[in-house]
């Protein structure tokens, strides 16, 4: 095992690359950064939900519940505390009555089963009452900068009420029922940094705790698991009183957080472009260092064996109706039959067995398949790669700046080696580009419209692009390349937002998505996949194609498993 | 009356009022940029920059642009932008690392232009100073502070304007704060100009919000 360097922990991210020797194997981004791609990730040890749980139990975190007032039928508040070397938190939880027909998976609803709020430390009764008047009401609520994320979310109507009749009755839900489903709550929107009034980013980007990335709302969404599961029992002993029993531990684990994903993360990824080059740099570094190890042990073998089965039985479970994914479901299903026999027919005590494991997947496997291995790849490796989470978080405000003296001739060179697949594409053709994205004027959702066949264009969102580089190619090709950019940008100003970005892109090679982002084609559930696969979901279900339903912190474990109990 | 609002909302809704009053991407979130700047120090950063924007709202951006950048800059019109200056100035910005003295005017609402040099202040790790009248405000990576007559900090126009690098030790910085207590109206004035760039909902539209199916499962 090559241990990370001392240099890299003592440094941060100053060092990304300790092992020089990775370079060579990094992956480029005209081959990482495309939606097909993208659209293929799995988690990985790297994802923000693993992470969160690798600290919380590194630095002995506490676990309590301080406050459960909910009534016989389940409805009323909870509030779940965890408190770490230096700072608490806490999930505020309440429970609702919700008609059927008002529960609905689609942003704009406007009642659901449960709400909640992060709050930065512990809450006080006054702080709760303030919130049980607000939070319920969602975006048209007011929270303040003691709560660091919003959040909702409806229960899944069938398993809920299935492991009720069943642990009142005495007896344990049905597992192949409970594992078909995955989970009791799906959340439908997990708001954060600053939004409806909660704290700005910038409270909590100096805390190592939740500076990386959205670590405040992973940690939201795993104490609303464990909320779901006391709820049920709650209401299974409501009913069944004595009689009633709790869930087997081994079953609770395969209990997750749903998660019903719309158009509302797709655009985030394209307007922090720097944020999105350091996960992906951190990433492909990871790979790059294991495929680059000259040799595997039998214990990093026999892990990784582990896990690879593992993975079979989640792909197993993994159930979608979408023709897509239903289709990447079967080719994965049989990718994992190819890595099972490669692994035990071929060694893996050869010289560099990962780097050549991984050549003879992008031979035999689809995309999924090998995004799939490279995920597996990384679990032996946790002390060479867990530190590169570190760099995943992004100093924006650097890259925003334009450097005008840069000259035109330079910009261009730019645009003609990294944005070849924007140029290349003719936008007079209708198909390339039949989409455009706006914001709805409807609880200001980011939407996806056909730009022939709606009206909406005039509102467009600046997510076009390969269009705009398009532009902004054909407008300086009539300049004279030996002036400051800034010289062109004085009279055309129109282009800044796009300067900016190719000057990113210099030094952010992965923050752009090499594909046309309002093509006929384009399907949003891509950057969709690839964002919550940072996150670490699983069992991405495809609703539309602009739709997805997730499964997140399945087989993790509970706070009161992971984390000791405070006083 | 006043309302708290954080940075965060400050710096988006900006960009969106910027853009509605027909700024481009670019210089729309270089606006939300500077009001949040501005507004991270307690100065009424938005209250400003909504009295600009409505002032150039369907006006024809070509009169505001500078016409010269070489000697005192100065507009094709009456006054110079501070948000076209500004980002014009802050693309120019290395040149006062090497002693450049920038000079402009007459200038609308010269605090905005100061905000805008200061982000590339931050961005050079140095001090910029803008001053005009009876003001000087220098900007660096995390303050600002402001010397002179604060009656004439927040002028809506100004004849001349000064912007250099200031080396030496940085000076006292106004306090900083991470959620602003904000005028009302002028909120609500912002929020009406952000609204303009969102698209009325519709039948299509609405279908294509979720997959329309049941949650009932």
Redesign the interface.
């Given at each position: 095992m090559i241990k990370a360097s001392k240099s890299e922990k003592q440094t941060g991210c100053a060092h990304l690359n300790p092992m020089p020797e990775a370079a060579a194997y990094r992956r480029s981004p005209a081959v990482v950064m495309r939606l097909a791609r993208m659209g293929s990730f799995h988690q990985t040890r790297l994802s923000f939900m693993r992470s969160l749980l690798r600290r919380l139990k590194k630095e002995q975190w506490q676990f309590k519940r301080p406050v459960w007032e909910i009534d016989h039928d389940g409805y009323g508040r909870a509030v779940y505390t965890v408190i770490g070397p230096q700072r608490s938190y806490s999930l505020v939880a309440f429970s609702h009555h919700l008609d059927d027909q008002m529960r609905s998976d689609r942003v704009i609803a406007t009642a659901w089963d449960a709400t909640f709020a992060l709050f930065d430390g512990v809450p006080t009764t006054a702080d709760l009452d303030r919130l049980q008047d607000n939070v319920p009401k969602q975006e048209v609520g007011r929270i303040s900068d003691s709560e660091l994320s919003l959040s909702r979310a409806n229960r899944s109507v069938r398993l809920w009420k299935h492991v009720i009749d069943n642990l009142a009755a005495g007896q344990q839900p049905d597992r192949q029922q409970l594992e078909s489903v995955g989970y009791l709550v799906r959340t439908t929107a997990v708001y954060g940094s600053g939004k409806f009034g909660a704290a700005d980013r910038l409270t909590i980007s100096d805390r190592a705790e939740l500076s990386g990335p959205f670590q405040a709302e992973m940690l939201s969404v795993w104490l609303t698991r464990a909320f779901s599961i006391d709820l049920v029992e709650h209401i299974a002993k409501s009913i069944g009183g004595t009689k009633a029993v709790v869930i087997d531990p081994d079953l609770r684990r395969r209990i997750g957080v749903g998660n019903s994903t719309g158009l509302g993360m797709a655009p985030f990824l394209i307007n922090h472009p720097t944020l999105l080059n350091n996960w992906m740099v951190a990433r492909e570094e990871a790979f790059a260092r294991v495929r680059s190890l000259a040799a595997a042990s039998e214990s990093e073998v026999k892990d990784f064996k582990q896990h690879l089965e593992k993975a079979r039985v989640k792909v197993s479970e993994w159930h979608s109706e979408h023709p897509i994914q239903i289709g990447k479901l079967h080719q994965l299903g049989s990718d994992l039959e190819k890595i099972v026999s490669y692994v035990e027919t071929k060694s893996l005590s050869g010289n560099h067995p990962w780097d050549v494991f991984y050549r003879w997947a992008e031979q035999e496997l689809s995309m999924e398949g090998q995004e799939q291995l490279l995920s597996l790849m990384l679990e032996p490796y946790g002390e060479l790669v867990d530190g590169l989470t570190q760099c995943m978080d992004a100093d924006e405000h650097r890259s925003f700046f334009i450097d005008g003296s840069m000259s035109i001739g330079k910009i261009l060179e730019i645009i003609e080696n990294q944005y070849d697949w924007a140029i290349a594409v003719d936008y007079q053709q209708k198909e390339n580009r039949a989409r455009f994205w706006y914001t709805s004027a409807e609880k200001l959702e980011p939407r996806v419209g056909e730009r022939f066949d709606e009206t909406g264009a005039e509102y467009e969102q600046p997510l076009c692009i390969g269009f705009f580089i398009r532009q902004l190619y054909e407008a300086l090709l009539e300049s004279d390349r030996d002036l400051p950019i800034a010289d062109f940008l004085l009279t055309n100003s129109q282009h800044r937002h796009t300067v900016r970005r190719v000057q990113t892109l210099l030094s952010h090679p992965y923050s752009e998505v090499r594909d046309n982002l309002i093509a006929a084609d384009m399907l949003p559930i891509d950057l969709l996949r690839c964002k919550l696969s940072f996150f670490g979901a699983s069992k991405f279900d495809p609703r539309s194609d602009r739709w997805v339903r997730i499964c997140m912190y399945q087989d993790a474990p509970f706070p009161h498993e992971l984390l000791a109990t405070a006083k | 009356m006043k309302q708290?609002?954080?940075?965060?909302?400050i710096e988006s809704y900006v960009r969106k009022a910027a853009q509605a009053t027909g700024?481009?991407?670019?210089?729309a979130?270089?606006a939300g940029?500077a009001a949040r700047w501005l507004a991270a120090f307690d100065l009424p950063g938005v209250e400003i920059m909504l009295a600009h924007l409505q002032q150039l709202n369907g006006k024809d951006?070509g009169e505001y642009?500078?016409a010269r950048?070489d000697d005192v800059w100065h507009a094709q019109g009456a006054y110079l932008c501070p948000l076209?200056t500004g980002?014009?100035l802050?693309?120019?910005?290395?040149q006062m690392l090497t002693g450049t003295e920038f000079r402009l005017g007459p200038v609308s609402y010269p605090i905005l232009l100061a905000a805008m040099i200061g982000?590339?202040a931050?961005?050079h790790r140095t001090i910029f100073t803008t001053s005009w009248a009876g003001v000087s405000i220098s900007c660096y990576e995390n303050g600002i502070s402001i010397e002179g007559n604060s009656d004439d900090l927040l002028v809506a126009e100004v004849e001349s304007v000064k912007c250099l690098q200031t080396k030496g030790t940085r000076p006292q910085s106004l306090p900083s704060t991470?959620?602003c207590d904000i005028d009302s109206d002028a909120w609500l004035a912002i929020d009406k100009l952000a609204?303009k760039?969102?698209?009325?909902?519709?039948a299509?539209?609405?279908a294509?919000?979720?997959?329309?199916?049941?949650?009932?499962?």
């Amino acid at each position: 095992m090559i241990k990370a360097s001392k240099s890299e922990k003592q440094t941060g991210c100053a060092h990304l690359n300790p092992m020089p020797e990775a370079a060579a194997y990094r992956r480029s981004p005209a081959v990482v950064m495309r939606l097909a791609r993208m659209g293929s990730f799995h988690q990985t040890r790297l994802s923000f939900m693993r992470s969160l749980l690798r600290r919380l139990k590194k630095e002995q975190w506490q676990f309590k519940r301080p406050v459960w007032e909910i009534d016989h039928d389940g409805y009323g508040r909870a509030v779940y505390t965890v408190i770490g070397p230096q700072r608490s938190y806490s999930l505020v939880a309440f429970s609702h009555h919700l008609d059927d027909q008002m529960r609905s998976d689609r942003v704009i609803a406007t009642a659901w089963d449960a709400t909640f709020a992060l709050f930065d430390g512990v809450p006080t009764t006054a702080d709760l009452d303030r919130l049980q008047d607000n939070v319920p009401k969602q975006e048209v609520g007011r929270i303040s900068d003691s709560e660091l994320s919003l959040s909702r979310a409806n229960r899944s109507v069938r398993l809920w009420k299935h492991v009720i009749d069943n642990l009142a009755a005495g007896q344990q839900p049905d597992r192949q029922q409970l594992e078909s489903v995955g989970y009791l709550v799906r959340t439908t929107a997990v708001y954060g940094s600053g939004k409806f009034g909660a704290a700005d980013r910038l409270t909590i980007s100096d805390r190592a705790e939740l500076s990386g990335p959205f670590q405040a709302e992973m940690l939201s969404v795993w104490l609303t698991r464990a909320f779901s599961i006391d709820l049920v029992e709650h209401i299974a002993k409501s009913i069944g009183g004595t009689k009633a029993v709790v869930i087997d531990p081994d079953l609770r684990r395969r209990i997750g957080v749903g998660n019903s994903t719309g158009l509302g993360m797709a655009p985030f990824l394209i307007n922090h472009p720097t944020l999105l080059n350091n996960w992906m740099v951190a990433r492909e570094e990871a790979f790059a260092r294991v495929r680059s190890l000259a040799a595997a042990s039998e214990s990093e073998v026999k892990d990784f064996k582990q896990h690879l089965e593992k993975a079979r039985v989640k792909v197993s479970e993994w159930h979608s109706e979408h023709p897509i994914q239903i289709g990447k479901l079967h080719q994965l299903g049989s990718d994992l039959e190819k890595i099972v026999s490669y692994v035990e027919t071929k060694s893996l005590s050869g010289n560099h067995p990962w780097d050549v494991f991984y050549r003879w997947a992008e031979q035999e496997l689809s995309m999924e398949g090998q995004e799939q291995l490279l995920s597996l790849m990384l679990e032996p490796y946790g002390e060479l790669v867990d530190g590169l989470t570190q760099c995943m978080d992004a100093d924006e405000h650097r890259s925003f700046f334009i450097d005008g003296s840069m000259s035109i001739g330079k910009i261009l060179e730019i645009i003609e080696n990294q944005y070849d697949w924007a140029i290349a594409v003719d936008y007079q053709q209708k198909e390339n580009r039949a989409r455009f994205w706006y914001t709805s004027a409807e609880k200001l959702e980011p939407r996806v419209g056909e730009r022939f066949d709606e009206t909406g264009a005039e509102y467009e969102q600046p997510l076009c692009i390969g269009f705009f580089i398009r532009q902004l190619y054909e407008a300086l090709l009539e300049s004279d390349r030996d002036l400051p950019i800034a010289d062109f940008l004085l009279t055309n100003s129109q282009h800044r937002h796009t300067v900016r970005r190719v000057q990113t892109l210099l030094s952010h090679p992965y923050s752009e998505v090499r594909d046309n982002l309002i093509a006929a084609d384009m399907l949003p559930i891509d950057l969709l996949r690839c964002k919550l696969s940072f996150f670490g979901a699983s069992k991405f279900d495809p609703r539309s194609d602009r739709w997805v339903r997730i499964c997140m912190y399945q087989d993790a474990p509970f706070p009161h498993e992971l984390l000791a109990t405070a006083k | 009356m006043k309302q708290k609002h954080t940075l965060s909302e400050i710096e988006s809704y900006v960009r969106k009022a910027a853009q509605a009053t027909g700024l481009g991407w670019g210089l729309a979130e270089e606006a939300g940029k500077a009001a949040r700047w501005l507004a991270a120090f307690d100065l009424p950063g938005v209250e400003i920059m909504l009295a600009h924007l409505q002032q150039l709202n369907g006006k024809d951006y070509g009169e505001y642009t500078p016409a010269r950048v070489d000697d005192v800059w100065h507009a094709q019109g009456a006054y110079l932008c501070p948000l076209i200056t500004g980002a014009a100035l802050a693309d120019r910005s290395g040149q006062m690392l090497t002693g450049t003295e920038f000079r402009l005017g007459p200038v609308s609402y010269p605090i905005l232009l100061a905000a805008m040099i200061g982000q590339a202040a931050r961005y050079h790790r140095t001090i910029f100073t803008t001053s005009w009248a009876g003001v000087s405000i220098s900007c660096y990576e995390n303050g600002i502070s402001i010397e002179g007559n604060s009656d004439d900090l927040l002028v809506a126009e100004v004849e001349s304007v000064k912007c250099l690098q200031t080396k030496g030790t940085r000076p006292q910085s106004l306090p900083s704060t991470l959620a602003c207590d904000i005028d009302s109206d002028a909120w609500l004035a912002i929020d009406k100009l952000a609204f303009k760039t969102y698209a009325p909902a519709t039948a299509e539209s609405r279908a294509g919000a979720g997959a329309g199916l049941t949650d009932n499962d």
